[in-house]
């Protein structure tokens, strides 16, 4: 398997623009996740979906972010407008359901800067 | 709500052991983990540890976890300079309705390693 896929690997844009993060998980996870990692901040869980229902969204920082999984191997981060202080990188982690530790695979990240 | 703590810097010597500390704040948690992430890539898991175990060895890797102090240590013997990475601790919360719960990370240890 080719692991966790992000497409684009860098991302820089204009206050003001919508940008399209994605991710397609490892084929037949469950589960989704999406973190932003910022040197003040660390990193920070914005929203999982398992199975492609949204299950805790009280990460993502306010409305001009959204996030789709419209079906197993597909979603989206969705920021619009964008603003400076979105500048972060963005990961997108993917893992199996069940009993046990479960681990969580993460992508290679989404370098987003925002000027 | 919960809460993870680590250094955020740790120098050592090639050869050396390195020890790297966590403190956590969720008593209920099942599992908690090591990340390491390498410069430009996301985080991959290192090792884990049950919460009814107090110590797990893994080749150059020992895990301790005292529960009572809600304590977490990751030590590596014989560090190399391939060792060099930020190491996150991260404790899995519980899951809303029986979905499996997130990781609450802490903000990283950074470690560098001197030849």
């Known amino acids: 398997d080719a692991g966790v896929i992000q497409s684009p690997r860098h991302e820089v844009t204009e206050m003001g623009q919508e940008v399209t993060l994605r991710c397609k998980p490892i084929?037949?996870?469950?589960?989704l996740f999406w973190y932003r990692q910022t040197m003040m901040r660390g990193l920070e869980l914005l929203i999982y979906?398992?199975?492609?229902?949204?299950?805790?969204d009280s990460g993502m920082p306010e409305d001009r972010f959204s996030a789709k999984m419209p079906n197993a191997s597909f979603s989206t981060l969705k920021i619009q407008p964008s603003e400076p202080r979105d500048s972060a990188v963005y990961f997108c982690?993917?893992?199996?359901?069940?009993?046990?530790?479960?681990?969580?695979?993460f992508g290679p990240g989404t370098r987003l800067t925002v000027l | 709500g919960e809460d993870v703590e680590q250094s955020l810097f740790l120098s050592v010597r090639e050869g050396d052991s390195s020890v790297i500390n966590c403190t956590y704040t969720?008593?209920?948690?099942?599992?908690l983990y090591w990340y390491k992430q390498e410069p430009g890539a996301g985080l991959q898991l290192l090792t884990y540890?049950?919460?009814?175990?107090d110590m797990k060895q893994d080749q150059r890797l020992t895990v301790l976890l005292n529960k009572k102090d809600k304590h977490l240590s990751l030590r590596i013997a014989d560090t190399q300079t391939g060792d060099s990475a930020i190491y996150f601790c991260?404790?899995?919360?519980?899951?809303?309705?029986?979905?499996?719960?997130?990781?609450?990370f802490g903000k990283g240890t950074k470690l560098s390693v001197k030849p």
């Open positions: 991260a404790e899995r919360t519980k899951g809303y309705g029986g979905s499996q719960g997130n990781l609450i």
């Open positions: 084929s037949g996870h469950d589960y």
């Open positions: 982690a993917s893992s199996l359901a069940g009993v046990g530790y479960n681990e969580q695979f």
């Open positions: 540890i049950f919460s009814n175990m």
């Open positions: 979906f398992n199975n492609n229902v949204p299950i805790d």
């Open positions: 969720d008593s209920s948690s099942t599992y």
